[in-house]
């Protein structure tokens, strides 16, 4: 029977998608196995039918093969799904079984593809193929995967958009982009005859350096003409958007755009004047897939979503926000969007993004992990939590040795393709419906690598070690947004010196804290017991009236080290059979897990010394801190610098110089009694930092138990005063007992009394946050040597009205003028260079709207950023814009300089009477350096912004 002849009412048909008389699909067949004469598809002898009856049992991409009397019987319901039976009809046909049934787990299974990045940084579409692009594809689809999603290690638009009316502002020549947009038209081709669904990346609302500066727009005055910038609300910006979308999407046939946050929190007014109303109104409506990354206002992704005509779907990193990375715990917040989708009665396919990127849960894209047992439980419990998809996501092609990807994909790349590929193996068979059985992954073993069983067995074990190790390291770091990048201290790897709660307290106990999201999630209000509480602080170890718990720090640092040393001991014992870049891959992990080891002693050995027994212990802590830091140092001099998450590298020489002064301190006569009550008022005062905690600063129940233990440290600092008055020590030490009080004094928020003059000046502080930016050495050392608990800034503001506007003044004094517009010039262009003067306004004291505006260097642009509060949910950031009326001046002398921005009542939005209360912050970071924040009222982790922390300006 002929594929014409075939009648379509008997249970059976040719699949209509399939025409035998295109070539594309003929093509994409013969790719896949099959071979096309007569008028008939044939699997070697065996002449192929498709069933439609029946197949919307097996599920979204689920197949049944079965043969008989010459005829393979397909029954599926989709393109990828037919073409992923013939894939596995070779396979089949060998065996005895006469049925193979798939039934796959979730509906939604993207796989993202990284374009490779030329020698000079740019993404390499020249160097992709329409081969390339078939065997990719056919892997996918062999893999059951559904969609494929495109990165263009970065902003894509400027690779591919035509730009029409705005050309002049591209950054590569008109024919370079035509050509990759030409090259990525294949690769959609290829996608749609293969049955996969089509997405490509957006960081949204980013737009060309070059049209910002002939704008006007100050931020971003950027030498380099490809520089990208993002979310600034202004016409020119927003046409050119309406513009971008209109022509990319009416030349190029992707189905699906992800749209990311991650530039422009929320970027609620884009969406909602641009994004949503231009591709809406388009011909051809593309999809959208919305990553939640940043996004925080689920009120309005819903408004959105509600009024798109198109389907909209939504992602989330499977793994929560505070990195804790070694439970294989899928983040629970899926149940709170879909509690936000069905009270709107809206269908949303939520889809958690999985896999070894940096950007989806564990960052160890470019290193060796391999444990399909963490896979396997980690996606389980993604399932129960109700997801209906996944995107696979990975910064290296993993699939790069399935099929010939010479051309494209590097050596070094296909090396780690080829240590790593049971990442995404793992998910595939999770996918088909397998279960974790350690048995089964040795003969994988033995048959990826080509090995005999015994050695397969050793290999599995060696790679599942090593694993382990590599991502113990991230337990370290259960870090936040302010906290993760503007800590000196991070560069450590321990927990030292911030006495973080373990990450799985924090993530089981949000939901009953008052928190503040800032920028990344939404916060939960169900009960969420996704961890073991089983982790203990490196203080409460340290700690001798504690008992210790079963993973405390010194267990882990131990197994930590026991597991990379014993696979790096496998691994050299396989350099024949597994190669050498096997052994250098396990012995980096080994180094990392050694390095992370050492310092966690190293931190236990110092810890100890809030607790001290007597002088003599204090001395042998202190040699045994050294002593771990010493071995990290001989570590760095034989394997080279450990890099830990987000590739920041540590290096121990600052705090091995730091403990040497010590121990000359410790050596000589000192006050014991004072040094007893001394260490015991910086711990309780470190304390804090267990109570006030990122994203539990509204809370005004734990800035009271601040106060609390404030008023405890200071009365152990009296105590030591005392201990110690007239010695050489007492100095050092009533300096500490003045710094507590202040930081009393702060928990108050500041008032000006705003009149036509300018007020006295009041001083901008260093926001520490309790010392989140300290080192545990500081603590010690302050007590032997006088030590600066600030910044060493010296910067004021003040304030004044007229009839039309608040003027806010600041000036920085004992400051190398000159060299510091020096600095500023050299940054220009940088996207938070405005972060240098920033006013924050409440003007209705209700913490339900902050205006923050940025005052430029050099004057006379200030930049506007609305932020709603939305409660537990933190900030909705507006688009930054410029306003009319408001204005900075600067005046620079030789060893100081000042700024006056005025902010018209009209811009502001109301005219204060007589009585009246704003709330007020003023902030800066004029050396733009990490740590460097001041501010007038202390916001504490969330910052200047924070609306519960604001000052008062009474008119």
Known sequence: MTYKQLPTDAGTAIDPDFNLESEPDRQTLTECGASVRDGEIRVGTLRVVFAVAGAATLGRDGFRLSRSDGVLTIAAATRAARLSALLAAPEFLVGRDRVLVRQLRFNRRFYKHEIFRAPDGEPALARYTEGFWAGLCREIVRRHFNGVAIYLSGEPFPQLADYGSYERYAALPSEVRTANRRQFKVFLATARRYGLESLMQQYITKFPAALGRDVGIPFFNSRDPGATTADFRHPRVYDFHREMYARFFADVPLDRLIVNFESAPNSTDFCREVLV?????????????????????????????????????????????????????????????????????????WNYLVGPCHNCGSNISRRHWSDPEFLYTLLGKAERLGADGFNFHTICELLANTFPSKAVVDPGEREMARLNQFHVDAVVDFVRGGRFNADEWVDRHAAQFKLTRPVARRVFAAMRDSSRAEIMHLEQFPLTTSEGYAVEARRQLAQSPLYHPPANVLLNGQYREDPHAFWSFINKTVPDRSYPDDLQTLIDYADPAQPKSARNPAKLAQQMLRLGVRSERTALALRREMGARWVKEVTSNRALAEACSLDIRSGLALFRLYFPRNAARVRRDVDEAMAHLRSLEALIRRDGMPYIHMQEPYHPAPDLDALRRLRRHLGKAYPWRAFQHYAASVKTYNDIRRHVRPWRVWSPRTLRKAGQLLEQAGARAQEAVRACAGTRFEPMVEAWATYLAQERAWLTPPTFNC??????????????????????????????????????????????????ALWVRLREENVDAAAQRRRWKELEGAHDLGGITRVFLDVDRKGELLQQWSAIPHGPTVVARPMVCQGRNGFDSRAVRMDEGVTAAFRYEKQAWEVAVRLAFDALGKVPRAGDVWGLNVAANTPIKRNHAVSWCKGYEVGAGNPQRLGGVVF
């Not at 051809?284 to 408004?303: G, H, K, Q, S």
């Open 277 to 349: 109303p231009t591709l809406g109104a388009l011909p051809r409506v593309p999809n959208l897939f919305f990553r939640l990354w940043y996004m925080t206002n689920p009120e309005a992704l819903c408004d959105w979503i509600a009024s798109y005509p198109g389907d909209c779907m939504v992602s989330h990193k499977i793994m929560d926000t505070m990195d804790a990375y070694l439970y294989p715990a899928a983040d629970s917040r899926i149940r709170e969007w879909k509690a936000w989708f069905a009270a709107r009665k809206l269908r949303v396919d």
């Open 755 to 804: 009149g036509e003059a300018w007020a006295a000046w009041q001083p901008l502080v260093h926001d520490n946050c309790f010392n989140y930016g300290g080192f545990a050495w500081a603590d010690f050392l302050a007590f032997f040597e006088p030590m600066p608990r600030d910044k060493g800034l010296t910067i004021m503001c003040s304030v004044r009205r007229d009839a039309d």
